[in-house]
């Protein structure tokens, strides 16, 4: 790799304890290949949220930074961490909200990244509109940041598709999250902003995007209130997106979408 390029890794939303364990084994692999990695943890524990205690073996398998979304709530004992740790939540909640929307990590060679988390508001969580958010914080940076990475955590495709072409020539990457699904659409868009729709996952193959699968079709034949879990059984996946930037002006020159199969 030469030496003003920059090597990035990004990993799917993780999945209770089949996504952390996939991800440790990929990582135990791969780490080495690349200068900076985040991965979304708003579904690490138990398929639903975040704690302390994973958010410390997420970090300790090689993960620079954790984005979320709207399911880092559901353990309250990991608000004080939104503040303290690499971990950054929804920027576009409101005001008073634990945590912060983004944050700025220094690699080992001396090159900032600005990695900024965003949610939808189509048939998702009522926030502050994440396109004016963005705004305000692409305002706020300091100028001479050039990588910018960006997580859009939301529900359909064309509200990620329009954060896309909203946001290109102006970010680095624009990586989607939240449907579990990865897309193979990612590309560099035409002002050279590198684009998917969505990253996809880490957790359970055999399962309906991460949750046993048994459960989620009687849910949809009986309409009934249903305790979802996360499918253990079968072989685990890690999808991942990468990165190829140049250090000098903060534009992707590659993005490749790819998935990994562990049987663990």
Same mark, same amino acid.
């Given at each position: 790799? $030469?030496?003003?390029?920059?090597?990035?890794?990004?990993?799917?939303?993780?999945?209770?304890?089949?996504?952390?364990?996939?991800?440790?084994?990929?990582?135990?692999? =791969?780490?080495?290949?690349?200068?900076?990695?985040?991965?979304?943890?708003?579904?690490?524990?138990?398929?639903?949220?975040?704690? $302390?205690?994973?958010?410390?073996?997420?970090?300790?398998?090689?993960?620079?930074?954790?984005?979320?979304?709207?399911?880092?709530?559901? =353990?309250?004992?990991?608000?004080?961490?939104?503040?303290?740790?690499?971990?950054?939540?929804?920027?576009?909640?409101?005001?008073?909200?634990?945590?912060?929307?983004?944050?700025?990590?220094?690699?080992?060679?001396?090159?900032?990244?600005?990695?900024?988390?965003?949610?939808?508001?189509?048939?998702?969580?009522?926030?502050?509109?994440?396109?004016?958010?963005?705004?305000?914080?692409?305002?706020?940076?300091?100028?001479?940041?050039?990588?910018?990475?960006?997580?859009? =955590?939301?529900?359909?495709?064309?509200?990620?598709?329009?954060?896309?072409?909203?946001?290109?020539?102006?970010?680095?990457?624009?990586?989607?999250? =939240?449907?579990?699904?990865?897309?193979?659409?990612?590309?560099?868009?035409?002002?050279?902003?590198?684009?998917?729709?969505?990253?996809?996952?880490?957790? $359970?193959?055999?399962?309906?995007?991460?949750?046993?699968?048994?459960?989620?079709?009687?849910?949809?034949?009986?309409?009934? $209130?249903?305790?979802?879990?996360?499918?253990?059984?079968?072989?685990?996946?890690?999808?991942?997106?990468?990165?190829?930037?140049?250090?000098?002006?903060?534009?992707?020159?590659?993005?490749?979408?790819?998935?990994?199969?562990?049987?663990?």
């Amino acid at each position: 790799m $030469p030496n003003n390029e920059l090597k990035v890794l990004f990993l799917g939303d993780i999945v209770g304890s089949p996504g952390r364990l996939s991800v440790k084994a990929f990582l135990e692999t =791969h780490r080495k290949e690349y200068d900076f990695v985040f991965a979304n943890c708003e579904n690490a524990t138990s398929g639903k949220g975040l704690n $302390p205690e994973h958010l410390g073996n997420l970090l300790s398998y090689g993960i620079d930074v954790l984005t979320s979304g709207n399911h880092i709530w559901y =353990h309250k004992e990991i608000f004080p961490y939104l503040k303290e740790k690499p971990v950054v939540r929804p920027l576009n909640y409101p005001p008073g909200t634990p945590g912060e929307g983004y944050t700025i990590f220094q690699t080992h060679s001396g090159t900032r990244i600005a990695i900024l988390n965003v949610m939808g508001r189509v048939l998702i969580t009522e926030l502050d509109c994440p396109f004016r958010s963005i705004d305000a914080v692409l305002e706020e940076l300091p100028k001479d940041i050039k990588i910018i990475l960006v997580d859009f =955590h939301a529900e359909t495709t064309s509200e990620k598709r329009a954060m896309g072409f909203y946001l290109d020539g102006r970010v680095t990457a624009m990586v989607g999250t =939240h449907t579990h699904v990865q897309t193979n659409d990612f590309k560099i868009l035409p002002e050279g902003t590198a684009y998917i729709t969505d990253a996809g996952m880490c957790g $359970p193959e055999d399962s309906v995007i991460g949750v046993d699968k048994d459960l989620v079709i009687q849910k949809y034949l009986t309409c009934l $209130p249903t305790f979802f879990k996360v499918a253990e059984k079968g072989p685990k996946r890690v999808d991942f997106v990468s990165l190829v930037i140049d250090i000098d002006s903060g534009k992707a020159s590659q993005i490749k979408a790819g998935c990994e199969f562990f049987q663990i």
